[in-house]
T-cell receptor
Framework: AQSVTQPDIHITVSEGASLELRCNYSYGATPYLFWYVQSPGQGLQLLLKYFSGDTLVQGIKGFEAEFKRSQSSFNLRKPSVHWSDAAEYFCAVVLIELGDTGKLIFGQGTTLQVKP | EAQVTQNPRYLITVTGKKLTVTCSQNMNHEYMSWYRQDPGLGLRQIYYSMNVEVTDKGDVPEGYKVSRKEKRNFPLILESPSPNQTSLYFC????????????FGPGTRLTVT
């Protein structure tokens, strides 16, 4: 079935450690790709997006993500995590090549806990 | 301040009692959308609207209605709520389409007993 998958439901890292959150998609075409973050009790905020071009994209709050077509992945990274990064992170896609410009499809989310 | 507002923020209701959750944006955005968030399922799109009087189904439209009579407002209507519609609901808007940055409201926590 076509989907967006975030394999890790929950991740705990120590403050200052590096972080990688995984996202895989299974669609016939390459979608537009996004990472959103949801802080506790808040709505979602866009971290970064990939449409085309350079496969390494920079976002806000020191995050970056790399698109790998061969692996159908768009993993989110941060070199040094801060306690304020504790939140839920969502990968999302828009199936532009299929003409589905109105639908934003989310993964299940990954909850990040940061240990002091 | 540019924002998306939702009302109410919290609602407890009973099965079958019609309710409306309002959503309003002050950014002159063309695109608006409703999502529900459930543990382990992420956010799922209910309905979206690309412009006034233009609405379309998302992935989970059953049991919901929407209307877009004005650009700034996009209410979500539950004609006959059921317990399986207990969820956290988010409204969002963007300049044009789904791949433009979505601006989310603060959420509405709905409980149907």
């Amino acid at each position: 079935a076509q989907s967006v998958t975030q394999p890790d439901i929950h991740i705990t890292v120590s403050e200052g450690a590096s972080l990688e959150l995984r996202c895989n998609y299974s669609y016939g075409a390459t979608p537009y790709l996004f990472w959103y973050v949801q802080s506790p009790g808040q709505g979602l905020q866009l971290l970064l997006k990939y449409f085309s071009g350079d496969t390494l994209v920079q976002g806000i709050k020191g995050f970056e993500a790399e698109f790998k077509r061969s692996q159908s992945s768009f993993n989110l990274r941060k070199p040094s995590v801060h306690w304020s990064d504790a939140a839920e992170y969502f990968c999302a896609v828009v199936l532009i090549e299929l003409g589905d410009t109105g639908k934003l499809i989310f993964g299940q989310g990954t909850t990040l806990q940061v240990k002091p | 301040e540019a924002q998306v507002t939702q009302n109410p923020r919290y609602l407890i209701t009973v099965t079958g009692k019609k309710l409306t959750v309002t959503c309003s944006q002050n950014m002159n955005h063309e695109y608006m959308s409703w999502y529900r968030q459930d543990p382990g399922l992420g956010l799922r799109q209910i309905y979206y609207s690309m412009n006034v009087e233009v609405t379309d189904k998302g992935d989970v439209p059953e049991g919901y209605k929407v209307s877009r009579k004005e650009k700034r407002n996009f209410p979500l209507i539950l004609e006959s709520p059921s317990p399986n519609q207990t969820s956290l609901y988010f409204c969002a808007s963007s300049l044009y389409l789904a791949h433009y940055e979505q601006y989310f409201g603060p959420g509405t926590r709905l409980t149907v007993t």
